[in-house]
Every structure is written in C-alpha cells, then in structure tokens.
C-alpha cells in the first residue's frame, strides 16, 4: 500500500514540476473571467454600434456616440474629475493614517482597526450615510449652527462635493491598509536602523517609509482611481442630475423606457471602461518600475 | 528658562501626537455616526440637534419592508460567490505564488483585469445577452460578481503560497502521502488565515453588490443594498434608511471581529 502511494506520488510531484501544471491550476479563473468579460464587452461594443438592437434590425452606426456627444463629453470631464481628486485625497490621507498607525503603537492598531470596519462598509451605506451627514439638513448642519439655506451645496450641488468625499473616505481607508501590509516588518526594521544612525522623524518618513510604501501607494491609487472612476451608486445618491458621471448615464439610459437610447447607454459604458483602460495601460509601466527598485 | 522652552516644546509635540490620530479616527468615524442616530430615532424633523423622540421606528419599519429576506438573499448571494472564486482564485493562487507558470505575465494581466473594468458596463453587455440565450438573472449576477471576486481571491492566495514554502508539501508526498493528502493535509492547513481572508472578501463582494444586481436583477433580486438603494434615493425615511443602512454593514463586520478575536486567541495560546 505504501509502495502504491509513494509511487503515485513521486508521478505526481514530477507532474506538478512541468510547468503546464501551473496552466491547469489557473486555467478555470483565467477562462471564467475571458468568458464572462469577452463576452459582456463584446456585447456592449455591439450595442454601442447597432449590432444588437432590442427591436429591429442590426445596423453598424456611430450614433450612440453621436446623438448625446455633448452629455457624453460632459460625464467624461465629471467622471474624471471626481475619480482624480477624490483618488488624490485618498492617497494623501491614507499615506497619513499608514504612517501613524506604524508609529503609534497601542492607537495605531485602534486606527487600523477602524480603517478595517471601513473598508467592509458597503460604498452604498457610505453614500446614504454620507447625505444624512452633509445634506442641507444633514446631521453637519444641524450641529453647526449653520443655516439651511447658507450651507454649502456639497449634496447634489455645482461641484461633486460630497460624492468625492465618500470616495476619499472608503478609498483613504484602502489606500492605508494595503500601504501597511506591504511595508509593516520592513519599516519598523530600518526605522530603527535609520534612528540608531542619527535620522530625525522627519527624514526616517522621508527617506525610508516614503520610498518604501511607494509601490503601495502607486498601486493601491490606481486602483482607486479605476474604481471611481467605474462606480455607480455613490454619484447616483449623492451627485446633481447633470452633468451625471458616466456609470450614472450609462444606467439612467439603459433603463430609459425609449429603447433606441441603449446604443447611448452602450456608448457611455464603453467610454468609461475605455478611460480605465486606458489609465491601467498608461500607469502600468509606472507602478512596476517603482515596484522594480526593491 | 531653556527648561521651559523644552517643556513647552514636548508637550507641543504631545499634542500634535495625539491630535493627528484625534484628527484621523475622526475622518473615519464620523460619517457613520448619522446612521447611528437616526437608527434609534423615532421623530428627528427641522433642524433641531438632537431628535425630539428617541425609538425603533426604523426598526420596525426595517422588518416591515422585508428586512430579513433581503438580507438571507444577500447572504446567499455571498456564500454563492465565495464558493466559486476562493477555489479558483486559491488555486490560481498557488500556480502564481509558486511559480509554477513558464510564462506567469499574460494570466496574471487577464486575472487583475475585472479591477478595472466598471462592473455595469459587464453587467449590461451580459444582460443584453441572456436576455437571448434565457439564462437566470440570479446565475448571471452570480457570475458576474465571481469574475469581480476573482482577482482579490487570487492575490490573496497568491501572497499566502508565496509565504509558504512547496518543499513541505514535497516531504509530505515524499513521506508517503499523496499529493491530494499532502494539499489537504499539510497546505491548507497552513494557508487558513489566508483563505478565510479571500472567502471573506469574495463574501463581501456578492454581499455587499448594488450596481450588478440592480442592473441584471431589474429590481427583481431584492438583496439588502436593494433594499437600502432605493430607501435612500427616494423615500426620504432617514430613520428607514439608517436602519437598513446599519443592518447591511454590520453582520460582515461582526463576523470579521469574531474571527480577528479567534486568530488572536489561537496565536496567544500558541505562543505560550
């Protein structure tokens, strides 16, 4: 029996070696994920180009692009604009509270504790709890004093005020967490060293846990970036109805009862994942380089 | 005099030390405290600071709305997504973490790529084509959800096996288990935190989904993020939202706390 087993496994040890093991250990991931995107963003492409009419008959066009290019011109500039300051504020304040949580000891586990609780809470809750607290007659207001009328406009106002500032919070949080996974060991190992050499605080942040947490950081933001860029439900509660982000105007003329807007809605759908793309392609090179260094 | 001045100076730096955590638990605390009030308010109108009566209305009315189901939906639709993304994302995993890929760019590229995509660009191509082909709205949200839990699944499996060393599963075979045995009883054991860790953010992401089942699930699917979606976008119940609000959010983050508390006491226990 035993001879059987030690047989069968010496076969299988040698089999695991050859490297088309591997290929059959992520063969069923890869192809869901080539079956289900390939197939959802050819259908998308088609619609957008009048393949794939609800009623009728098939007709290559650009007018989905064409019809509404002035509102998908506008969602383009809103989308990007809220993923680009709100990804900027994440990066910042998340570098802030990586930082402190691996200096402080006792309180940097409560904050990383509480940046855990965060980043489990669904963006949704974090949009519906964002509006109770900076609505004009949210919670903020009420306790400070401010009037209704003199508050600033931060829910469904000129600006994307309050759908930027959930974003940065939920993504803060992220941006946080995987800069401390990353660095954790390593920077309390060369911040002593850095110390015992004659570094102040300031120039061990600058000169170790900066260059450090850089693929961290770069990483985690494009990350953000792409998310915000691709969500839905935040600027849906908390954004103004024009100009909408590009997931909000995908979806508003999805559901449109006019079918002959799905080509539209097709159209806004393929700009946005075309934007992520096309940062993830640009930014790349980038993130590996910096991660390269170590 | 120069003593004063380095006293003054320390207890400055004393304060900077505790407002900078003071500053940041605050920037991530406080957008969650409306939802507290309003949960145990029963009349909170004008703009007076504190509700005029405290109470479960919201609760209530939670319950009436459908509370339960939708959060039993919400949890099977978790438990749906975790089942197929933590086997093949662990699997994957394993493939990249140990190296055992000639040329390991293309599927890791192909595995990160669902990050990126904008999960309601997916969801409508997908819908347009099983309104075609008649699949199930659940089995296409399922999917679908899948193909986003795949790359945190994988990279977090990926970042266990690269902790793990192959050659003890090697003296495991070599000792006369097979290899099934040897990846059940020697690996897996080893990789736990790593697992629940990749099962529990493919759980949060069938979870905790809005845009996937909304679009695919045309209001039919009536998950929890269903249920807060259109109490917060419409029904101006802050008390309703609050509550379905809290009961979305915190049955994960007990469970998290449960575990976190359990791994906790087993490495104590360990050490001593």
Known sequence: ?294 | MMRRTRLRRRSARQSRLTLGPALLAFWLVVPLVPLLMWAVSSRWSGASRLPQDWGLRGWQEALDAGMLPALTRSWVLGVAVALIATPLGAMAGRALGWRLLRRPALPSLVLLAPVVLAPIAVAMGLDVVILRLRIPGEAAVVLVLSVFALPYTTFTMRATYLGLDPALEEQARVLGASSRQARHRVTLPAATTGLVTATGLAFLVGWSDYAVTLLIGGGQIVTAPMLVGSSAAGSGNDALTSTLAISATLPPLVALAVFTYAASRRRTAAQS
């Open chain 1, 1 to 294: 029996m035993s001879e059987l087993l030690t047989s069968g496994s010496r076969r299988d040890i040698g089999r695991e070696a050859l490297p088309h093991g591997g290929a059959r250990l992520v063969a069923p991931a890869v192809l869901l994920i080539m079956v289900v995107t390939g197939t959802a963003l050819g259908a998308v492409v088609a619609t957008s180009l009048g393949l794939l009419p609800l009623v009728g008959q098939p007709r290559l066009s650009t007018d989905g692009f064409t019809t509404l290019s002035g509102d998908l011109r506008a969602a383009t500039r809103e989308s990007l604009l809220t993923a680009a300051i709100a990804t900027l504020l994440a990066a910042a304040i998340g570098l802030t509270i990586a930082t402190l949580a691996l200096r402080a000891g006792r309180t940097g586990r409560l904050v990383i504790a509480l940046a855990v609780a965060v980043v489990t809470v669904p963006h949704l809750v974090g949009a519906a709890a964002t509006g109770l607290l900076l609505s004009d007659v949210g919670l903020a207001q009420r306790w400070s004093g401010v009037s209704a009328a003199s508050w600033p406009e931060l829910v469904a106002g000129r600006w994307p005020g309050a759908t930027v500032l959930e974003l940065a919070w939920k993504e803060s949080a992220f941006v946080a967490l995987v800069v401390i996974a990353s660095v954790g060991r390593r920077y309390a190992d060369l911040r002593e060293v850095a110390a015992v050499l004659g570094a102040a605080p300031r120039a061990q942040w600058r000169r170790v846990l900066l260059p450090l947490s850089g693929p961290a950081l770069a990483s985690s933001s494009l990350i953000a970036f792409v998310y915000t860029l691709g969500t839905y439900e935040v600027a849906r509660l908390l954004g103004r109805a024009y100009p909408e982000p590009l997931p909000v105007m995908a979806y508003r003329l999805f559901t449109d009862i006019d079918v002959a807007a799905r080509p539209q809605a097709a159209a806004a759908a393929v700009v946005a994942t075309g934007l992520a793309l096309l940062v993830a392609v640009i930014t790349l090179p980038l993130v590996r380089r910096l991660g390269a260094d170590r």
